[in-house]
């Protein structure tokens, strides 16, 4: 189980014990997902009906119970002063067996499940339990904490699966069912809405720098929910649950604010993990990217109400140079999904595969444009968390500002960690936060990592209320 606090309330993943990542399988073949991608019909609301025992029963059987084990040696527990008199080998370490719980959902008649990375880090041994009373050994395909997504797979036949929904289509009020198995209970099913979509900068998975793109429902869901099943009205899966937020810490309950992975998403993943054996996702090429402000709008010659994503940097031969967007567009929609959030752009791009073109469209200088672009590889070193060797970075994002009593406008990536032989330990420390390089303002590692150049390199840091300049050398 994982918490993260927030002021009085925590956010709580809902997996019980939770487990690093594991590797992938060595063949890729190719999926068969059943997809219905029409939207909800909500004509069917007018009937009133007074029960949904027919939404939920086809699908119950494929929503699985996974069972996780972990052997843990820890260092024996004796007075320091017998370890001198008669040696570690006198006092042998001591073997744990960890065992945690969480729900999954199967999705392919070949046995493919999803269900949280969480649920599944570190596990030595995975069980899977179906609804018919069958228990099967499971093997682990592949993980991406950045998502909290992991995909397992089991072997039998006649298994039940699930229809994918299209998650993007879901609308705030929409009907949805949590099934899992919350506290080891059995399975149990849950009623509520949609009570939000695209919601991000909650700190979820803010340690490994990951895509915050979660569904907020009001279906209660608690601890051992991890990796279950969100359904709509018509029994189609639209997401994966995996945490809550709670005002009991890591014990507390179900306060009606519980978060799903949207299915595009999951999906997504699952189909880079099991046709390639890894997470590959897509790369515009923009940079120093910002929410468009209603005073910026105006100056930019665009209406005040405009929503869209400022770009600030255009590296060169990118993906996004090539389509011929420029510095200070602004982009409105991606493939005629409008959005208003760097975080939105960020996420729909990187769900996407490379080499998969996007139709991008933007407002130049009051003047809308479309372009359309091919999407590349967002590449190791793009992705990596390490901005510098040793020095660990992850977004700057409202939670942590908080945390740093930074201005709420200041922009930046926040070094989280550096380690202790680290040639810049001794300048850098957690907690800074890198506002500029080179000059050059700076609000995403992928972006930092373009600004850096071979030797010398200031960096403009904000600690403490003040703005500080390092020089870094890089070979």
Same mark, same amino acid.
């Given at each position: ?17 939770? @487990?690093? &990542? ?17 939207p909800?019909?909500?004509? *069917? ?32 527990? #004796? ?12 006092? $042998?370490?001591?073997?744990?067996k ?13 046995g ?11 596990? /030595?041994?995975? +069980? #899977? ?23 397992? +797979?089991?072997e %039998?036949?006649?298994? $039940?699966? !699930? ?9 705030v009020?929409?009907?949805?069912? &949590? ?34 793109? @979660?569904?907020?429902?009001? *279906? %209660? ?10 359904i ?22 179900n ?12 999906? =997504? ?7 390639t ?35 600030? /940097?255009? $590296?060169k031969?990118?993906?996004? &140079? ?7 567009? !602004? ?20 769900? +996407? ?13 009051? +003047? ?27 977004p700057?994002d *409202? ?16 070094? =989280? ?11 850098l ?14 609000? /995403? ?31």
């Amino acid at each position: 189980m994982k918490t993260r606090i927030t002021a009085t309330l925590g956010l709580v993943f809902l997996g019980l014990v939770s @487990f690093p &990542a594991c590797r992938a399988a060595e063949t890729h073949p190719k999926l068969d997902l059943k997809v219905d991608s029409s939207p909800l019909d909500a004509t *069917a609301a007018k009937s009133r009906p007074t029960s949904f025992a027919d939404v939920v029963e086809p699908v119950q059987p494929a929503v699985v119970s996974v069972y996780s084990s972990k052997t843990v040696t820890q260092r024996a527990r #004796v007075p320091e002063i017998f370890r001198q008199f008669y040696g570690d080998g006198a006092f $042998p370490d001591q073997s744990q067996k960890q065992e945690g719980l969480g729900s999954g959902v199967i999705v392919s008649k070949n046995g493919y499940i999803l269900t949280n990375n969480h649920v599944v880090e570190e596990a /030595d041994e995975l +069980k #899977v339990a179906l609804n018919d009373g069958r228990e099967l050994e499971a093997k682990l395909i592949g993980t991406d904490p950045k998502t909290d997504i992991a995909v397992i +797979k089991i072997e %039998a036949d006649d298994l $039940p699966f !699930v229809t994918l929904a299209d998650s993007d289509r879901l609308r705030v009020g929409d009907l949805v069912f &949590a099934i899992g198995n919350p506290l080891g209970v059995g399975q149990t099913v849950t009623m509520g809405i949609v009570s939000a979509t695209g919601r991000s900068n909650l700190g979820i998975l803010a340690e490994q720098g990951g895509y915050e793109n @979660f569904i907020q429902t009001d *279906a %209660a869901i608690n601890q051992g929910n991890s990796g279950g099943a969100l359904i709509d009205g018509q029994g189609r899966l639209v997401g994966i649950n995996s945490a809550i937020l709670s005002s009991g810490g890591p014990r507390g309950g179900n306060i009606g604010i519980g978060f799903a992975i949207p299915v595009n998403l999951a999906s =997504s993943i699952l189909t880079s993990l099991v046709e390639t054996g890894s997470v590959q996702r897509g790369y515009l090429g923009v940079g120093s990217i910002k929410d468009l402000k209603p005073e910026e709008a105006e100056a930019l010659g665009l209406k005040k109400e405009q929503r869209g994503v400022f770009v600030g /940097d255009v $590296p060169k031969d990118g993906p996004a &140079a090539k389509a011929g967007i420029k510095r200070s567009d !602004v982009i409105t929609a991606i493939n005629g999904q409008a959005l208003a959030t760097a975080a939105e752009l960020r996420n729909m791009i990187a769900a +996407k595969a490379p080499g998969t073109e996007v139709e991008v469209k933007l407002v130049r200088e009051g +003047k809308a444009l479309t372009v359309k672009a091919k999407l590349g590889a967002l590449s190791a070193a793009q992705a990596a968390d390490e901005f510098i060797p040793g020095v660990t970075v992850k977004p700057l994002d *409202a939670e942590t500002r908080t945390k740093l009593g930074a201005p709420k406008d200041l922009e930046g990536i926040v070094i =989280s960690e550096v380690a202790e032989d680290s040639p810049f330990a001794k300048r850098l420390a957690p907690g800074m936060v890198v506002v500029e390089i080179n000059r050059q303002p700076v609000t /995403d590692p992928e972006q930092a990592q373009r600004l850096l150049r071979p030797g010398r390199n200031l960096l403009i840091v904000y600690i403490r209320g003040m703005f500080s300049p390092v020089a870094v050398s890089i070979k």
